[in-house]
């Protein structure tokens, strides 16, 4: 069966970078695409963009270029969003989520158990 | 970008009971519109997408309907373990948005 799973809590210092990882499992995983979305406490899902497995090729959404990047190492079918110059409202939890179809829709399908980052002094 | 509302924000339903949750576009989605359920702590499940299809394992007291820029999900009998927030989502145009979400809560 399909499987993400994420890395685990962090906390981090304003300024600093994370990186987070989602691998999978139970599937191919150069077939689907990754998303990343963005839940801030309380708050409801944002989406952040998407990555092509097959090529690599990132997709932002407005509000997550600049410091935000997605990447991939497709030999141990991991996926990876690294934030750089961390700001305390970068404070969220992290999700990545398969594409829906083959090679086709990339609307979030199934979910990581999601990463919780928190940027604090 | 297209903005998604979701309407009641909260939704007060006793077990056994049917709960109607809307989800209204700003501007057509065609079908592609999707449910995810999220219970608190856990991460959001998927439902429902192409409006209408029940992800793999859903039971069928979940069922959606609509087309365009109006939207229904219907539990058809709650569960203790139906109570949660639901988002819908369209998946028409780039970017993906979700609507802000209803709460189920137990009556």
């Known amino acids: 069966q399909v499987q993400l799973v994420q890395s685990g809590s962090e906390l981090k210092k304003p300024g600093a970078s994370v990186k987070v990882s989602c691998k999978a499992s139970g599937y191919t995983f150069t077939s689907y695409a990754m998303n990343w979305v963005r839940q801030a406490p309380g708050q409801g899902l944002e989406w952040m963009g998407w990555i092509n497995t097959n090529t690599g090729n990132p997709t932002y959404a407005q509000g997550f270029t600049g410091r935000f990047v997605f990447s991939l190492d497709t030999s141990v079918s991991t996926a990876f969003l690294q934030i750089s110059s961390l700001k305390a409202e970068d404070t969220a939890v992290y999700f990545c989520?398969?594409?829906?179809?083959?090679?086709?829709?990339?609307?979030?399908?199934?979910w990581g158990q999601g990463t919780l980052v928190t940027v604090s002094s | 970008e297209i903005v998604m509302t979701q309407s009641p924000a909260t939704l007060s339903v006793s077990p056994g009971e049917r709960a109607t949750l809307s989800c209204r576009a700003s501007?057509?989605?065609?079908?592609?519109l999707a449910w995810h359920q999220q219970k608190p702590g856990q991460a959001p499940r998927l439902l429902i997408y192409g409006a209408s299809t029940r992800a793999t394992g859903i039971p069928a007291r979940f069922s959606g309907s609509g087309s365009g820029t109006e939207f229904t999900l219907t539990i058809s009998s709650l569960q203790s373990e139906d109570f949660a927030v639901y988002y819908c989502q369209q998946y028409n145009n780039w970017p993906l948005t979700f609507g802000g979400g209803t709460k189920v809560e137990i009556k």
């Open positions: 501007q057509s989605v065609s079908s592609n």
């Open positions: 989520a398969r594409g829906l179809t083959v090679f086709g829709v990339v609307t979030p399908g199934s």
